[in-house]
């Protein structure tokens, strides 16, 4: 046995032994969700530990009305759209923006916003919006991407924001009484913030977190060390992650962000609005802002009829309770966005058919 396998085994060994009261983990990044379903982790651990997963997927939480608003635009003869390939088959209200291509509707698949931008640059005569989705992790690139614009007056380019910050979904699934005994953290939104943001949890909630790196080995560590903070009644944060965290996370990034953006409220699916949960555009970059460019709203649409995924994202309900999934449900003919995403639940109990 090399010294990794003996490594995975030392953990799984640990955490049975350790492990003593029924407690529910939820993790809220949807790296996480793929990478516990990929290595089967569930069935490792012992029957009092059950891992949960929260809104951590940014195409999952994001409303149907975004998409409909997107869809809207291109009544604008004017407007190309460029969009990250996993938007492309999140169902709207009537249709996808993969659907709207089959009417000849201009769309355009990018790999970053700064090839948005470029391609604003290369077509003058349109209005490129780029539909800008994501927590923290990829909020800083946008904005720095909407200050490039600026810088070089490019004003044909535009982002329809729906960026969203991760405490306080965290903070809201606690104050609707979501049975949640400790936090997987986000390991790549901690890398931009840093582990501060999540100090108010075990503070004001005495929840326990640690912030996990992406291999089984830090995901089983991670849980181990939630199941030490509970036996010793030590609810903090703490980072496994350290090979990539920092303490004060990426500075840089952050003042990009904060120059850029401001908090504001947004709403998340199966949590409603949350106050401050939002990032929009500060004055100064409003003509880079879509919403105040073309005078459109982003309003919240409801839910399939059927599909589950609110319940599902708030921990309540697994993928398999909902009577579409692996049916009328699929990754190749999604109904609801959490079929959609490779972070999204569904489609990771979908692709490895784990149990709870």
């Not at 009261?21 to 969700?33: D, I, K, L, S």
């Not at 036996?231 to 944060?237: E, I, Q, T």
Request: charged share 20%; proline share 7%.
């Amino acid at each position: 046995m090399n010294s990794q396998s003996q490594k995975y085994s030392s953990l799984i060994e640990s955490i049975n032994q350790e492990s003593g009261q029924a407690v529910r983990f939820m993790e809220v990044c949807g790296g996480h969700t793929w990478a516990i379903r990929k290595a089967g982790i569930p069935d490792l651990l012992p029957e009092s530990i059950r891992l949960v997963s929260g809104p951590g997927c940014p195409v999952c939480v994001t409303s149907r009305g975004y998409i409909n608003t997107a869809i809207a635009l291109l009544d604008q003869p004017e407007v190309i759209l460029a969009t990250f390939g996993d938007l492309m088959r999140v169902p709207g209200s009537i249709q996808s923006l993969e659907e709207t291509i089959f009417h000849s509707r201009r769309i355009e698949v990018v790999l970053s916003p700064l090839d948005a931008l470029q391609y604003a640059i290369r077509n003058p005569g349109k209005e490129v919006v780029f539909l800008g989705i994501g927590f923290e992790t990829t909020a800083p690139g946008v904005a720095a991407t909407i200050m490039q614009a600026r810088n070089e007056g490019i004003r044909n380019f535009s982002v329809l924001s729906s960026h969203k910050v991760m405490p306080p979904a965290m903070a809201a699934l606690l104050d609707h009484r979501i049975p949640i005994d400790g936090f997987i953290c986000p390991g790549h939104v901690s890398a931009i913030t840093g582990q501060g943001i999540f100090e108010f949890i075990p503070r004001e909630y005495h929840i326990p977190c640690v912030i996990a790196g992406f291999e089984s080995e830090d995901i089983l560590e991670s849980i181990l060390m939630l199941i030490r903070q509970i036996n010793s009644d030590n609810a903090l944060v703490e980072n496994q992650y350290s090979r990539v965290v920092r303490a004060n996370g990426n500075p840089k990034a952050r003042a990009i962000m904060d120059e850029v953006f401001e908090l504001s409220d947004d709403w998340w699916r199966g949590l409603g609005e949350i106050p401050g949960s939002g990032l929009s555009n500060r004055r100064k970059y409003s003509k880079w802002d879509a919403k105040e460019k073309f005078g459109v709203t982003i309003s919240p649409e409801p839910e399939p009829p059927g599909c589950r995924c609110s319940d599902i994202l708030k921990g309540l309900a697994n993928p398999e309770d909902c009577a579409l999934f692996g049916s009328d449900c699929t990754p190749d003919n999604p109904v609801g966005a959490c079929m959609v995403s490779n972070e999204g639940t569904c489609q990771a109990w979908y692709r490895f058919n784990q149990s709870p």
